[in-house]
């Protein structure tokens, strides 16, 4: 199974960016789906998960302007991220779990300028 993930780029602050993590596996059998990201110099965050219960868990820094949703027909799992802040700027990474299997995508690169 692999993810790939796209939609990061350079928005100025306040602006918004929605990013998209595509499965080659079904995400409707994920028991989790998260998108994570890291900033230079710091160590790799949680955003926010999904459970295959649809309950979310959103970090408190993104709560209230990050949005997680899922399409399980095109099993791709969307961040739409609003008012934007500097401090925002970081790759972001998705992430999935099947059972045993921990998958990784690569990173897209999102920057929010003053």
């Known amino acids: 199974v692999q993810l790939q993930a796209s939609g990061g780029g350079l928005v100025q602050a306040g602006g918004s960016l929605r990013l998209s993590c595509a499965a080659s596996?079904?995400?409707?059998?994920?028991?989790?789906i998260g998108w994570y990201r890291q900033a230079p110099g710091k160590q790799r965050e949680l955003v926010v998960v999904?459970?295959?219960?649809?309950?979310?868990n959103y970090a408190d820094s993104v709560n209230g302007r990050f949005t997680i949703s899922r399409d399980n027909a095109k099993n791709t799992v969307y961040l739409q991220m609003n008012s934007l802040k500097p401090e925002d700027t970081a790759v972001y990474y998705c992430?999935?779990?099947?059972?045993?299997?921990?998958?990784w995508g690569q990173g897209t690169q999102v920057t929010v300028s003053s």
């Open positions: 999904i459970y295959s219960g649809s309950i979310t």
């Open positions: 596996g079904s995400t409707a059998s994920a028991n989790a």
């Open positions: 992430n999935a779990i099947w059972g045993f299997r921990n998958i």
